[in-house]
């Protein structure tokens, strides 16, 4: 069953805007986080945010956590056409500690 | 460059055949994990191989088998092929064996495989 539910499915959006998705998720988790995927490749690991932080930025990826929620937001700021991509979330919540996915969310960016 | 290698990029069989797909692991990292992605199921975790030893094992049908070298390389076996078979397989690695959860995975590239 898919722990991570990624909001939106797609979203489409000019070079230069900001580009916020969301992840929600059912059980408690030690750690979340957040890959990128190019058309027919692999995933990239982004970032990896903990239980116990709220906040993390990694150049102009900025990831909030809200356990209380259970839910997750990944904004990219100031996007380039290159940022094109699935992005998805993964939470340690799998019964053996494995990483459990969302189904991602298809980001453009049209220059 | 992830430093994860899957070989063969493209593979396309019949159904009731029997394949092999092979990964070797990012240097230094001794957890090599299998997924298959598939555009309804979405990206599902197989097993995951720590230094030679199965560690956990997720949503692998028996007809699937895997392991895992002294190289560290690993394998997974996919036999009795079936239509819905056909998907993305991907291989990654982490350095640790621990809860995984709290290491990045490195993706390989992925094997399509295609039952005809």
């Known amino acids: 069953s898919q722990q991570g539910e990624e909001d939106p499915q797609a979203l489409s959006i000019q070079e230069g805007e900001n580009a916020t998705m969301n992840c929600s998720y059912k059980?408690?988790?030690?750690?979340l986080q957040w890959y990128r995927q190019n058309s027919g490749r692999g995933l990239v690991h982004l970032i990896l945010i903990r239980s116990n932080e709220r906040e993390k930025h990694s150049g102009r990826l900025r990831v909030t956590l809200d356990t209380s929620k259970k839910s997750s937001s990944l904004l990219i700021t100031a996007s380039r056409a290159a940022d094109t991509a699935s992005y998805f979330c993964?939470?340690?919540?799998?019964?053996?500690?494995?990483?459990?996915f969302g189904k991602g969310t298809k980001l453009s960016v049209k220059p | 460059d992830s430093g994860v290698t899957q070989t063969p990029k493209h593979l396309i069989t019949a159904t009731g055949q029997r394949v092999t797909l092979r990964c070797s692991p990012r240097s230094g990292d001794l957890s090599v994990y299998w997924y298959q992605q598939s555009l309804d199921q979405g990206l599902q975790f197989l097993i995951q191989?720590?230094?030679?030893?199965?560690?956990a094992k997720g949503n692998i049908l028996e007809r699937f088998s895997a392991q895992q070298f002294p190289d560290l390389h690993s394998e997974l076996n996919l036999s009795s092929l079936e239509l819905g078979d056909s998907a993305l397989y991907f291989c990654a690695s982490s350095v640790g064996g621990g809860r995984e959860g709290n290491q990045p995975q490195h993706f390989g590239d992925g094997t399509r495989l295609s039952i005809l």
């Open positions: 993964a939470t340690d919540a799998g019964s053996q500690g494995n990483l459990i």
């Open positions: 191989y720590y230094n030679g030893e199965e560690r």
């Open positions: 059980t408690s988790i030690n750690n």
